[in-house]
């Protein structure tokens, strides 16, 4: 069965770097688009990234172009989000979603989940 | 971009209710919607994609219509188990953008 797990999240500084991961499974990971996408507490969902199959292009949210790079390693099955320059209202659950069609497309599963508080 | 805009934001009904909730899209977005459940402290689940194509697994009394900007999810009869936060999201082409959501609670 597909299986996304994320991982990376944790309580950082304004200002510094966090990098997610999110290990997939039960799929041919080389052949899918993955997103980012984070809910702050008690708020609605965000798209923040999106990476193709190959990992050729990358497409993100105005909020956080320039300070976070989406990449991959298909030979690892893992999905990245390096988060620099963290500011107070990154702080939010980052969830990765595959892709269910040719992208863009409809997020079809999502991993559980890793929270990343951005405080001082 | 185009902005996702949904209604209500809450609901309240009992089970058996037929509910709808509405998904407006600032420019036309074809076909090219999704609508997601979410319960507390779990991820999203897809229910519809291409506007009325029911993910596999979700049940039939969830459907799903419109084209262009205007959109609806309806629950026919609502269920217990149905109870959370519904959002639409566009993905005609990126950024891929997310209604505000809309709480469905059960009486």
């Known amino acids: 069965q597909v299986l996304l797990v994320e991982s990376g999240g944790g309580v950082v500084q304004p200002g510094r770097s966090l990098r997610l991961s999110c290990a997939a499974s039960g799929f041919t990971f080389s052949r899918y688009a993955m997103n980012w996408v984070r809910q702050a507490p008690g708020k609605g969902l965000d798209w923040v990234a999106a990476?193709?199959?190959?990992?050729?292009?990358?497409y993100y949210t105005d909020s956080v172009k320039g300070r976070f790079t989406i990449s991959r390693d298909n030979s690892e099955n893992t999905l990245y989000l390096q988060m620099n320059s963290l500011r107070g209202e990154d702080t939010a659950v980052y969830y990765c979603a595959r892709d269910g069609g040719i992208a863009p497309s409809r997020s079809d599963y999502w991993g559980q989940g890793t929270l990343v508080t951005v405080s001082s | 971009d185009i902005q996702m805009t949904q209604s209500p934001s809450t609901l309240s009904a009992s089970v058996g209710d037929r509910v709808t909730i509405t998904c407006r899209a600032s420019?036309?977005?074809?076909?090219?919607l999704a609508w997601y459940q979410q319960k507390p402290g779990k991820a999203p689940k897809l229910l519809l994609y291409?506007?009325?194509r029911l993910q596999s697994g979700v049940p039939s009394r969830f459907s799903g219509s419109g084209s262009g900007t205007e959109f609806t999810l309806t629950i026919s009869s609502l269920q217990p188990d149905d109870f959370g936060t519904y959002f639409c999201q566009k993905y005609n082409r990126y950024p891929l953008t997310f209604g505000g959501g809309t709480k469905v609670e059960i009486k």
């Open positions: 990476l193709s199959s190959d990992g050729s292009n990358e």
């Open positions: 291409e506007a009325f």
């Open positions: 420019q036309s977005i074809s076909s090219w």
